[in-house]
């Protein structure tokens, strides 16, 4: 079975957002074909841009580039085109899984504060636009070409 990293859009609705705003989230997965040349599936989860070594971390970039170059997947219908598929939870384990409520029961979660949340992300934000002002905005692009060639000079 071969594979590739491709782009995925997937339709989201937001119930804790007033109206439950509708949107499309984009994220990198893994794709995996079918012998006829079909996807067949996807990782479950988007890709987490990480490797032990920087030189690794350098080639799946590269390779996540790609991505850009091939049709967006839409997330609902991936694996319908194949014969092949890699299949998920059958309707018995479907009905016998726990809910995401009740698992938070058992958890022991509170319920949700999208008040608290929204300011969590609004620091987070702001944190990271700071860090990214400090690091990038306004500097030349030959900084940040000697920024990469540093990090590439330091992979074993």
Known sequence: ??????????????PQSLGGNEYYTYAIHEAFYDSKGKVAGITENAIDLSAEHLNDLMISWDMMLEAFGQPILDYATIGEDSEEG?????????EASISHEELGEELGWGPFDSEAYCREQADQNEKEELKHAAEFVGRTPDHIRSLIETLRSQSP
């Open 86 to 94: 890699l299949g998920g939870p059958t309707d018995e384990e479907l």
């Open 1 to 14: 079975m071969t594979w590739n990293y491709r782009l995925v859009k997937k339709h989201t609705k937001n």
